[in-house]
């Protein structure tokens, strides 16, 4: 069957409406889902943040301020 064929076109719209279907259908073709969320969002922590080198990036960048004077 080819991607082409309207048989294959709505056999698509129903598998992606049902999750379960989808979710069958992706593991057959080797997508396995993962697990937790997927983005990290507005607001979320950064993983594996390694303050200093952070903040020597960004006195590199935008350059040194004094925290006294925020």
């Given at each position: 069957?080819?991607?082409k064929?309207?048989?294959?076109?709505?056999?698509?719209?129903?598998?992606n409406?049902?999750?379960?279907?989808?979710?069958?259908?992706?593991?057959?073709?080797?997508?396995?889902?993962?697990?937790?969320?997927?983005?990290?969002?507005?607001?979320?922590?950064?993983?594996?943040?390694?303050?200093?080198?952070?903040?020597?990036?960004?006195?590199?960048?935008?350059?040194?301020?004094?925290?006294?004077?925020?």
């Amino acid at each position: 069957m080819s991607k082409k064929d309207k048989q294959w076109v709505a056999n698509e719209k129903t598998i992606n409406r049902d999750p379960t279907l989808k979710a069958a259908r992706d593991i057959s073709q080797g997508f396995t889902p993962k697990p937790g969320q997927t983005h990290g969002g507005k607001g979320s922590a950064r993983r594996g943040a390694n303050d200093d080198a952070y903040e020597d990036g960004w006195d590199r960048i935008w350059g040194k301020k004094d925290k006294d004077n925020e």
